[in-house]
DNA sequence: TTGTATGCGTTATCAG
DNA sequence: CTGATAACGCATACAA
């Protein structure tokens, strides 16, 4: 591969004149700079962001750390993510932590060893020392989805608790009394937040909880269809089911159709996060749909005015979640 | 940030030590190591991994470019690759193309720029010269997916003439002989392939091509459902669809239900791909599944044995796909 | 408007 | 087994 020099060499200039011409610092002539674009053309030159950052210090990359990338909420996250970083002139590290706490830690790793300027995670654990390692570094970061006690960060959530009072509610609405709750796991914000709804929701509705019908589990598959199943022991049945999240809502799908249970007629099924692929297919679930691109573009501008401005006090930004109404409920 | 030379300066050795202690090569004696190790602990260091690329041109980075990140199959793709990649100590840049063949020029040459030392790439234009840069680049690269005449790399495929006919086949052994065909875009392979396997399975049926039940779109959403309504205008109606993949299955069901046509009552659907959350929902698609987790793991196993091996003649593994039966169709 | 000297943090090379 | 020196490709600081 070319580098600068070879460039410059053709061009019959100093390094530093065509380092100018890419980065349109400083004053070039505009007949020296064709010579040099000439130049950079004839030899396919691209520049060596290995060099640069290391001279530099700006990477212009930041790293983005999901907790699932086969779910459609995330990869719309990392979407809109992206189309924000892209915009200012950043690319994105796009990493898959799979909920798992130690991933996280070796993917923050990688992110520093990078050098990275900043870091939008989504916290896989609810662990605030996980993140101490970048405030040791310095590396400004803003979370997503997620709230972690005690850390002092920007921050860009859904609202869990109101969309699940609204989810509740509309159940409510429609007569079912007998609700049950598949939760997300212990300790993580969105989960314990809409399990908070869901009581508040009932309780100002005069309707007592019966411990029986919430469950907590984490954010998988397996995890949906276990904790159905065990609800499906429970007499009398829940009406309707409240799923934490789009994927624990899918596996609770495949324990009812095991079971022969037909969604909406036999039990009725709501949950956060949409389903959009299947929300063109029946049983077409009532979901709370959080502004998945918007979380992910806000992120962004956060970190990047952080960037811009390191002192700025952090701040919190709660987005609106949409209640989508379908016939299953 | 910490560099090598504190952590040297702090274990009272020079930085080579120190190196050799990170990337074990060559000999340290097991004293001197704890030493260094009890250094790098304290002072939180993490290797730069730019200026380690500068000097070594060994990045242990790869780039992979997917079409469609919030397509199902392509995250499950980036899966396969990932896990076979950290297996192996590299990481793995993820690129969402969008189809797109600007982005993917883009993102090429954000590649190289990176100095990644390989590339996996889902082609997002067929045209041979959108990989020039690479050739010239002399950057090793592993095509997924799709073919590109005329370009000398390693291949990775699922079957889809083989898958094409086996749907088609099993629509007919249903008794469907007015069968119709949603397409990707032209002169994209996998599109290719299918409309072929489509043809062939009729014709060896001894059924003519209807031209007016065949339609070509691109990979996206708003062209299944578009063409969908196309095919909804023929007289008499298809009594059967197959869908070049799943995102074009999604579209064309959306058109359905706005006719109030319901699957597979009224139309039998079937198509390329599987649609992980929507297979546990009705209505159940029969789908031919392409091995995507292993069609990232192929390629990145590929990838590794070229870089061991620059001189190795390109090899093209194609993957069997697996008809998933359920009650659609 | 252009150029020279220098150093970013690491590892290759050679020396001991 | 350990170390000194130089170089990777680029951009900063300063000079002309």
Redesign the interface.
């Known amino acids: 591969?070319a580098t600068i020099r070879e460039v410059a060499r053709k061009a019959g200039v100093a390094a530093i004149t065509v380092s100018r011409v890419i980065n349109r610092t400083g004053y070039v002539s505009e007949e020296t700079r064709q010579r040099v674009e000439e130049a950079i053309a004839e030899l396919?030159y691209?520049?060596?962001?290995?060099?640069r950052?290391?001279r530099s210090s700006r990477?212009h990359t930041l790293g983005l750390l999901v907790t699932d990338?086969?779910n459609?909420f995330w990869?719309?996250v990392?979407?809109g993510a992206?189309d924000a970083a892209v915009g200012s002139g950043y690319?994105v590290?796009?990493c898959?932590t799979d909920e798992s706490a130690t991933k996280q830690e070796q993917y923050l790793?990688?992110l520093?060893?990078?050098?990275v300027e900043g870091a939008i995670i989504a916290p896989a654990s609810s662990d605030r020392t996980a993140l101490a390692?970048l405030e040791?570094?310095r590396l400004p970061f803003v979370i997503v989805d997620r709230r972690v006690p005690g850390v002092n960060a920007d921050l860009v959530l859904g609202d869990s608790l109101g969309g699940a009072r609204e989810l509740v509610g509309h159940l409510l609405a429609r007569g079912h009394r007998r609700i049950a709750h598949l939760g997300g796991p212990v300790g993580v914000s969105t989960a314990d937040d809409r399990e908070r709804g869901y009581r508040e929701a009932l309780t100002a509705a005069g309707i007592e909880v019966d411990p029986s019908l919430v469950r907590r589990g984490d954010y998988k598959l397996e995890s949906g269809c276990r904790l159905m199943r065990e609800l499906l022991q429970c007499s009398p049945l829940p009406t309707a089911v409240f799923a934490a999240n789009?994927?624990l809502a899918?596996?609770a799908?495949?324990a009812l159709?095991e079971r022969g249970l037909r969604v909406p007629e036999d039990v009725a099924l709501v949950c956060f996060d949409d389903?959009?692929?299947?929300s063109?297919?029946?049983?077409f679930l009532t979901v709370a749909a959080q502004p998945a691109y918007e979380l992910g573009a806000t992120a962004v501008r956060l970190l990047l005015s952080r960037l811009a401005d390191p002192h700025r006090p952090p701040e919190m930004v709660v987005l609106p979640v949409q209640l989508l109404i379908r016939r299953s409920s």
């Open positions: 591969m396919d691209v520049p060596n962001v290995l060099a950052g290391l990477t990338i086969t459609g990869t719309t990392a979407r992206e690319s590290f796009l898959n790793r990688a520093l060893s990078h050098r390692a040791r570094a789009n994927v899918v596996g799908l495949a159709r389903l959009p692929q299947a063109l297919i029946d049983p």
